[in-house]
């Protein structure tokens, strides 16, 4: 899976979480992962969906208007939040962002 794909994957995700409020189930001490509404420690940042494509900035038919990454250290773990935006621009942008591709190991 390439970190394009997993990033995808991990935006898409955190808005399926945010639009099914009350579905998150509460992690347990084996939990690696889970997805929550946004905490109030994140300094939230909004793309913005308006600014146009610089030229020769789209790859593989995507663009990226923002990859925020943010991370809370506490004594019982740390805490990841992800916010990526990405503005499909041709067929292949639909191709590479329309299927979830889980690897398993």
């Known amino acids: 899976m390439t970190a394009r794909r997993l990033g995808s994957l991990l935006a898409i995700a955190w808005l399926v979480g945010l639009a099914m409020p009350?579905?998150?189930?509460?992690?347990?001490?084996?939990?690696?992962?889970?997805?929550?509404p946004v905490p109030d420690w994140v300094d939230r940042q909004e793309?913005?969906?308006?600014?146009?494509?610089?030229?020769?900035?789209?790859?593989?038919?995507?663009?990226?208007?923002?990859?925020?990454?943010?991370?809370?250290?506490?004594?019982?773990?740390?805490?990841?939040?992800?916010?990526i935006a990405v503005k499909v621009l041709d067929a292949s942008g639909v191709d590479g962002n329309s299927q979830f591709d889980f690897g398993v190991d």
């Open 22 to 36: 009350g579905t998150a189930a509460a992690a347990s001490e084996k939990d690696i992962y889970r997805f929550a």
């Open 47 to 83: 793309p913005d969906y308006q600014s146009p494509v610089p030229a020769g900035g789209g790859v593989d038919g995507e663009y990226y208007l923002l990859i925020d990454r943010q991370v809370q250290v506490g004594p019982a773990g740390d805490d990841l939040y992800r916010h």
